[in-house]
């Protein structure tokens, strides 16, 4: 049963910390997604890559996230340093070459005190 | 102004009645439309997808397409408890480099009551 795997799945750190968020995509999807989603602001997309390389960060705030696709098998997101607005569930989701349908993950829920 | 738009509900219906979910979009040149449902603490789950101006039968899910006016909706047939949930609609437009990018309303809630 193909799924985009993320850790960890519940984390709670405290303010200035650095959070590391990984995803496994599906094997063979080339497209992987970052979404942050709150109450306040549903399903917001922070990146995403294709092939590996980021094509569009512009809704991540630069002074302190960054994404990274190391390998085909790994994607992450980095928060640092951590703040209690960016507590949130953060998913990644995959699509295939097709890239027309994504698949999320379970989320990482993320609590900064 | 948001791209994609939905009434954030809660829509309430009971057990048994057809449920209407409603979508708008901004984007004329989108291409490919989805309805994700989403369980309270767990991830997007694609129901359905459509394409072209229409209807597209699924089980007890309808979606409906219509471009010229920029909407598409969701009805769900005899509604069951179990449909209780968040009903994302998602838009994607494909950019310069062949990558489908999905923006998403911020979600409907449908409550089912017995």
């Known amino acids: 049963d193909a799924r985009v795997t993320q850790t960890p799945r519940h984390k709670v750190t405290e303010m200035g910390q650095e959070v590391t968020m990984r995803c496994q995509p599906i094997l063979g999807h080339n497209t992987v997604f970052w979404y942050r989603q709150t109450m306040m602001q549903g399903l917001e997309l922070l990146a995403y890559?294709?092939?590996?390389?980021?094509?569009?960060d512009s809704g991540m705030p630069k002074d302190r996230f960054s994404a990274e696709m190391p390998d085909a098998t790994l994607a992450t997101l980095k928060i640092q340093p951590s703040e209690p607005r960016d507590s949130a569930v953060y998913f990644c989701?995959?699509?295939?070459?097709?890239?027309?349908?994504?698949?999320f993950g379970e989320g990482s829920w993320l609590t900064v005190v | 102004q948001k791209e994609v738009e939905q009434n954030s509900g809660p829509l309430s219906v009971p057990e048994g009645a057809i449920a209407s979910l409603n979508c708008t979009y901004s984007?004329?040149?989108?291409?490919?439309f989805f309805w994700y449902r989403q369980y309270s603490g767990k991830s997007p789950e694609l129901i359905m997808s459509i394409y072209s101006n229409g209807d597209k039968e699924d089980g007890r899910f309808t979606a409906q397409l219509n471009k010229a006016s920029q909407y598409v909706s969701l009805l769900i047939r005899d509604s069951q408890p179990s449909d209780s949930a968040t009903y994302l609609c998602?838009?994607?437009?494909?950019?310069?480099?062949?990558?489908?990018?999905?923006?998403f309303g911020r979600g409907t809630s449908l409550i089912v009551h017995p």
């Open positions: 984007d004329r040149v989108s291409q490919s």
């Open positions: 890559f294709r092939n590996r390389a980021p094509l569009d």
């Open positions: 989701a995959s699509g295939d070459r097709a890239g027309n349908t994504i698949y």
């Open positions: 998602a838009v994607t437009r494909r950019e310069g480099g062949g990558s489908y990018i999905p923006t």
